[in-house]
């Protein structure tokens, strides 16, 4: 009786499933322990991912750039700390953090390890999971840079800033320039003594122009100059960059320096603004036979070469611009790019008025890599004239090399630091602030890995 029941009991299947179910639930509570826990564990890893990345990048931040680096690393030790600190079921211990510096570029990393406890524990036979992590941010400060402007003041500059303004100029002066009319606000010291200009008695071009609301190229370049001393005065105060500038222009002599100091480099910027603020254009000499004293050779007005042999001496030694070191330097060039000296041989007509070997032609580059190769850097706004057509002198003297006028000033300039403006639509201020933060750009905070 027993065998048979044994025998009975060993052919019945009907229990098989909970047998089968019984024995699978082992791996069934194991596999999802083990998913709950780790993706516990995989949250807060990145929380703390995140936690170590803000870290990095506080230590890089513009307000810590200005600090030392022992200051930087308690900064992103603490930030680190705060953050891990609000994540629930993670231990962590202090993060190690690096702090460099070379030259203007400051890299922190932040490596971190932590553990997430396990709920199931005594499932997986393990307390915990383990989490670790680095993370890397960088940047540049602002360097701290000397500014030599160096600001075209010859007569070509007192053209009207628009092309209304040059209409407006050209309507008003009917018996100049052959009947053309003039597009320039000239300024010379007898007016209508020996042309027929059709002025009123005492009045010049630059009288008329005043008098008819005509703003010239020189006065925007001046007002412009003096609003980008309040750019950088603003960008030093954010960034704790220290900033210099000095003001020169051209003085009409082809004998000796042609560059006048119109303020010496200093750190006072508002003092360096009013000064380019009060920047006039060289006075029409010859063209109208009047001897101008502090003009000895007349309208050669401009001698980019030896104006830029003296900028040369004038600028100290670059250095990196990193505190501790010496600041970079930039010559500022703001120019229409035409060279007119006296010269005994020319590439363009001489003789352009009598009793005077003028020679007109594109900006004269020979000094400039001279100049870049000291490190210091050159930036150039070439204020690109609008064509006069009607124009005598213009079309006979100027037209034909125009067009590589900016081709010799872009040669001369440091990469990616020349721009063109043309002053018909009358926007020097804005292309000169474009070209101010193309020479201090800096990387800015960023994660490098």
């Not at 993706?39 to 807060?44: E, F, G, R």
């Not at 954010?238 to 009409?252: E, H, I």
């Not at 070191?325 to 229409?336: E, H, M, S």
């Amino acid at each position: 009786m027993f065998r048979d029941l044994v025998r009975r009991l060993l052919r019945h299947r009907a229990g098989n499933v909970a047998v089968v179910f019984a024995l699978s639930m082992v791996p069934v509570v194991f596999l999802c322990g083990m998913a709950l826990d780790y993706s516990a564990a995989t949250q807060k890893q990145q929380r703390l991912n995140a936690a170590a990345d803000a870290a990095a990048l506080a230590a890089v931040s513009p307000a810590l750039m200005t600090q030392t680096i022992a200051q930087a690393r308690t900064v992103a030790t603490n930030f680190f700390t705060g953050q891990a600190s609000a994540i629930t079921g993670a231990t962590f211990n202090a993060p190690v953090v690096t702090v460099t510096q070379s030259g203007l570029t400051r890299t922190a990393t932040v490596t971190f390890s932590a553990s997430s406890a396990n709920s199931f524990a005594n499932v997986l036979g393990k307390t915990s999971w383990p989490l670790s992590g680095t993370a890397t941010a960088s940047s540049a400060a602002s360097p701290n840079i000397d500014f030599y402007m160096m600001l075209d003041n010859s007569p070509s500059m007192e053209i009207a800033a628009t092309t209304a303004g040059i209409s407006t100029m050209i309507a008003n002066t009917p018996q100049e320039d052959s009947g053309n009319g003039c597009a320039f606000a000239c300024h010379q010291s007898s007016p209508n003594s020996t042309d027929n200009t059709g002025l009123p008695a005492g009045w010049d071009n630059a009288r008329l122009a005043q008098s008819l609301g005509v703003t010239t190229r020189i006065q925007i370049m001046a007002t412009a100059t003096q609003s980008l001393t309040s750019t950088a005065s603003s960008l030093a105060s954010q960034t704790g960059a220290a900033f210099r500038m000095g003001v020169y222009t051209f003085n009409g002599s082809n004998s000796g320096s042609a560059l006048t100091t119109v303020q010496s480099r200093t750190s006072n910027l508002t003092l360096a603004g009013t000064a380019a603020a009060g920047v006039g254009a060289l006075e029409v000499c010859a063209e109208n036979y009047i001897n101008c004293a502090n003009q000895p050779d007349g309208d050669t007005d401009t001698d980019f070469a030896s104006a830029l042999s003296s900028m040369n001496s004038i600028m100290s030694t670059p250095g990196t611009g990193a505190s501790g070191n010496l600041p970079q330097a930039i010559l500022f060039i703001v120019t229409d790019g035409l060279e007119d000296k006296k010269a005994s041989t020319c590439p363009y007509p001489l003789n352009v008025w009598p009793n005077f070997s003028r020679c007109i032609a594109p900006f004269d580059i020979t000094a400039c890599q001279t100049i870049k190769n000291r490190g210091i850097q050159i930036a150039i706004l070439y204020t690109e004239y609008y064509p006069l057509t009607s124009n005598f002198f213009y079309q006979q003297y100027i037209a034909p090399f125009q067009s590589s006028i900016g081709t010799n000033l872009q040669s001369c300039a440091s990469p990616g630091l020349y721009y063109t403006e043309v002053t018909a639509a009358g926007n020097i201020t804005n292309s000169m602030t474009t070209l101010f933060n193309s020479v201090v750009q800096n990387s800015g905070p960023h994660l490098t890995n």
